[in-house]
């Protein structure tokens, strides 16, 4: 965790983006770490999760980090909790919490809002359209004989 | 939505990974399209969505796309969903829905469940460590004098 720490600090030393670092560690070994760079390279999913996952990600050549833990300064935001399930790491270690993001400006709550089903205001408006043209892209990979599921 | 899926429809002929597609709008115009590349750059957060935000932000110079919607030939996963807010893109229209793509092998549900705070079994376990120290990181973000609040 004291890598991760060092990487937020970095971040915010050099300007680029919120006080956030992660680390992945394999075999107790750190592979991959990472900052928030949201302001740097003005990528909204530039999260620290996300830099640190793509980074072992490309490391290892395999999405499948399941054999891998992950380190974050703090707890992360459902698009990075998200991302480290599709990532198939099984442990996550984190610092400060939610609120205390939430406290410094940085407030996720009204994500996990939504996707709980509470009633707030919506942010997104959300529209289903053309479903049937685009479950032919479903079928045409079903029917795929060559296709590698994941 | 027809570049979406045409999006999608590409990625499955080019084995990129699943059969999902994505397009960013701008005053009327595509401004970004892609496919979900997970198989091909073995990133796994290399959803539709994700490439096409990345694009339209690096594109655009800036993380907020709050002008733009966003086409997405399937319902988005808590990570796309996410990322979506954080783009502050205020419009999302979606095809396919997250139960068609669970019954291609595509499940979320998990995820989505998690989130919740259902029962379901754990897939990530969740420890919470140092937070005294993570939080010091925390109050320098805070009392920097030349921080770019987000």
Same mark, same amino acid.
């Given at each position: 965790?004291? !890598?991760? @720490? ?5 971040? !915010? @030393? ?22 928030? &760079?949201?302001?740097?390279?003005? #990528? ?15 490391? /290892?050549?395999?999405?499948? /980090?399941? #054999?891998? %833990?992950? $380190?974050?300064?703090? %707890? ?12 198939? @790491?099984?442990?996550?270690? $984190?610092?400060?919490?939610?609120? #205390? ?6 407030? #996720?709550?009204?994500? $996990? ?8 205001? &919506?942010? !997104?408006?959300? %529209?289903? @359209? ?5 479950? %032919? ?12 599921? $994941?």
């Amino acid at each position: 965790m004291s !890598v991760a @720490i060092e990487e937020a600090h970095n971040g !915010v @030393i050099e300007n680029h983006g919120g006080p956030f670092g992660a680390v992945i560690v394999k075999g107790g070994k750190i592979i991959a770490s990472g900052h928030n &760079e949201v302001l740097k390279t003005n #990528d909204p999913t530039a999260h620290a999760e996300i830099v640190a996952i793509r980074q072992a990600s490309k490391l /290892l050549g395999r999405f499948d /980090l399941s #054999d891998c %833990e992950i $380190y974050s300064s703090c %707890e992360p935001c459902p698009m990075c909790f998200a991302a480290i399930h599709w990532a198939k @790491i099984k442990k996550l270690f $984190y610092g400060c919490t939610q609120k #205390d993001a939430a406290e410094i400006g940085f407030d #996720d709550e009204f994500i $996990y809002n939504v996707i709980k089903g509470k009633s707030v205001p &919506e942010k !997104v408006k959300v %529209e289903m @359209i053309n479903r049937t043209e685009c479950l %032919e892209v479903f079928k045409i990979w079903e029917n795929k004989t060559d296709r590698k599921q $994941y």
